[in-house]
């Protein structure tokens, strides 16, 4: 099992930045390819970005491509997003996920995803 605990999230005004770290620990973590998600109320969860094993490729949902970037650190076991330019649609709960063991590439799939963090609550007021 792999555990995944999110931090970083809060309110922010329009425009502003925050920065959302996911924490995992559990079976050895060096491998699985990792992404954000983020859900509202009454809606799907949708793909934010992804990251494979290595950090060299990252793929973003259109909406978020040149003001959110994800990246990695293997050596601590940990993934983040870097958020800016933040908008009032930002606003959800973010989700980080983890791919099932020995699938180290990225995947904008949320079907792709063996394991889930709790989420942390992103609120951007206008």
């Known amino acids: 099992q792999v555990q995944l605990v999110e931090s970083g999230g809060g309110l922010v005004q329009a425009g502003g930045s925050l920065r959302l770290s996911c924490a995992a620990s559990?079976?050895?973590?060096?491998?699985?390819?990792m992404g954000w998600f983020r859900q509202t109320p009454g809606e799907e969860r949708e793909f934010v970005a992804t990251i494979n094993w290595s950090g060299s490729t990252t793929y973003y949902t259109d909406s978020v491509k040149g003001r959110f970037s994800i990246s990695r650190d293997n050596a601590n076991n940990t993934v983040s997003l870097q958020m800016g330019s933040l908008k009032p649609e930002d606003s959800a709960v973010y989700y980080c996920?983890?791919?099932?063991?020995?699938?180290?590439?990225?995947?904008?799939?949320?079907?792709?995803?063996?394991?889930w963090g709790q989420g942390t609550q992103v609120t951007v007021s206008s």
């Open positions: 559990g079976r050895t973590f060096s491998r699985p390819g």
């Open positions: 996920a983890a791919r099932s063991y020995g699938l180290s590439s990225a995947s904008m799939s949320r079907h792709d995803y063996g394991f």
